[in-house]
């Protein structure tokens, strides 16, 4: 029969056999509340399948996206239901207690399979009810409690660990409740998932190992995390003795890189630049700044550098009221739109950086700061706006 309700036993059990203000609720026996949680689990791998098959069965996209969201829909009333008969004391005090963490359980499992395998079919902008956000982040500690200590022990890099578990770890104890997406839980799910997949298989293909290669694929644009893949590479480069070594090795890498799989998909944040295209650019500017820097001596500039050094003194410096960040994604701009007629961006980075200092630093580096303008945050950018249309309101006054 293609016409019955897949999730009826299950509905049957939750809203009317738990229910604790109904009669059934106390003629349960333990041996009873055994089998049903032996075939709660047997039922939850039934409707895996029976969804599928229903899937499947059918043509048209909007009836698949119709049934996708009804199962979704009736999943998470029922979890709904459940979370509410756990805050009942008599209901926590019987034997159904267990029963009850099984079948969240299990709708957990259910849920997470539909947001997993028929993502394209659910809206993962809208809001995740609060019950079922709260469930979801309990079964993610437990799962990412029992994976952190080793992954900590396989990567052997701290920064690497802190920027990662940092993340999960913060959408976990969040106290945001309103506003969190569909988006933004199915994506943790997933990585966690991976993570756990990783320590069973631990293959590193590349110069990459597998934990850079899953947060790649997994389009994982967080600002911390560039910053530590670009400063990892550049740390190798920066210690080989020639420039035509480094653009040799900084060639090795790119290609490496660009061999690696990326879901366009999936991403971390939506509303930020894709994680390759982000580094792709950083790879494509670093080696092309070798490449033209590659007829220069380095023991001149050193020289040059020592003997000069009064030449950029505080003193000389002027402060601009924005941070790094800010200054570069302005320099940036003024390239790109061709307002600064330089050789390349580097030159206009190692022209005037030198020159000027922010509240906070006196002396800038040319070169950190241009690394900073291949990673732009939302908040610059506003800081930014904010700045050049106060000097467009002052030069309207003139």
């Not at 950018?381 to 467009?392: F, N, S, T």
């Amino acid at each position: 029969m293609t016409d019955n309700y897949p999730l009826e036993w299950l509905d049957s059990l939750i809203s009317i056999t738990l229910n604790p203000a109904k009669i059934y609720f106390q003629d349960l026996t333990k041996e009873t509340i055994q089998k049903l949680s032996e075939r709660a689990l047997l039922e939850a791998a039934h409707i895996q399948s029976e969804l599928k098959n229903r899937v499947f069965s059918l043509h048209k996209e909007s009836q698949i996206r119709l049934l996708v969201q009804k199962y979704h829909s009736a999943m998470i009333i029922l979890l709904d239901t459940l979370t509410e008969y756990q805050r009942d004391n008599e209901f926590e005090r019987s034997d159904c207690s267990n029963l009850g963490k099984t079948l969240v359980s299990c709708l957990d499992e259910l849920l997470f399979f539909i947001e997993r395998r028929f993502a394209n079919f659910l809206s993962l902008e809208e809001r995740v009810p609060n019950t079922y956000l709260t469930v979801s982040r309990r079964e993610l500690k437990v799962k990412l409690d029992k994976i952190k200590k080793g992954l900590i022990a396989e990567v052997a890099d701290p920064a690497f660990t802190d920027i990662v578990l940092g993340d999960l770890y913060r959408f976990i104890d969040g106290r945001k409740g309103y506003g969190v997406s569909f988006r933004e839980l199915v994506y943790r799910r997933e990585l966690v998932e991976k993570l756990e997949q990783l320590r069973q298989t631990k293959n590193q293909t590349s110069l990459f190992n597998a934990h850079n290669e899953l947060l790649v694929y997994m389009n994982f644009n967080s600002r911390s995390y560039i910053k530590y893949f670009t400063q990892s590479i550049a740390d190798k480069i920066n210690g080989l003795s020639s420039k035509a070594e480094r653009i040799d090795s900084l060639h090795f890498h790119f290609k490496e890189f660009r061999q690696m799989q990326s879901n366009q998909n999936t991403v971390l944040y939506p509303d930020h630049q894709s994680l390759t295209v982000t580094l792709t650019a950083w790879f494509t500017d670093e080696i092309s700044y070798l490449e033209k820097t590659l007829h220069l001596e380095v023991n001149p500039l050193k020289n040059y550098r020592r003997t000069n050094s009064d030449a950029f003194a505080v003193k000389d410096r002027v402060t601009v009221n924005l941070s790094a960040d800010q200054i570069a994604l302005i320099l940036k701009a003024c390239d790109d739109t061709r307002l600064l007629n330089a050789r390349s961006l580097n030159e206009v980075f190692k022209t005037i950086i030198p020159h000027l200092s922010t509240p906070n630093k006196k002396e800038l580096s040319f070169d950190a700061v241009r690394r900073k303008s291949y990673v732009v945050e939302e908040n610059d950018k506003k800081m930014v706006v904010q700045a050049l249309e106060k000097i467009m309101e002052k030069i309207m006054s003139y």
